[in-house]
């Protein structure tokens, strides 16, 4: 993996352990609902991830679009379906999505180097 993609798993994972050594039952029955509901159900994962990802780019938290093109790419999303993806995130979210696209390139490309 590209230094990017290892800084960004490396810092979730380290805060994620910190957040749970104190988190109260509410903040742990948040952080599991936030990953069962990415689990297969209706909607495969794959779809769920992308859903994910355009909303993620449109509330534009980087973290949360660097998380979700992780698991886009675990997920099997190809190249034509992620432009697909961002197509769409920029028509919701308008030009102030812009820089956000440019910085979800980036992470896409180093996330497909590693292929």
């Known amino acids: 993996m590209g230094k990017l993609v290892e800084e960004f798993d490396a810092y979730r994972t380290k805060m994620n352990d910190r957040i749970m050594e104190t988190a109260n039952t509410n903040i742990k029955r948040f ?17 769920k991830e992308m859903l994910g990802l ?7 938290c980087d973290d949360c679009i660097k998380y ?9 999303v190809k ?10 995130a920029n028509l919701v979210g308008g ?21």
């Open 31 to 47: 952080f599991a609902l936030d990953t069962t509901s990415y689990a297969e159900g209706a909607l495969d994962v794959k779809t």
């Open 68 to 76: 979700h093109l992780g698991k886009c790419f675990e997920a099997g």
């Open 79 to 88: 190249h034509d379906e992620m432009n697909e993806v961002f197509m769409i």
């Open 95 to 115: 030009s102030i999505v812009i820089p956000h696209y440019r910085r979800a390139v980036e992470y896409w490309d180093e996330l497909n180097e590693a292929k």
């Open 54 to 60: 355009v909303a993620s780019m449109v509330l534009r």
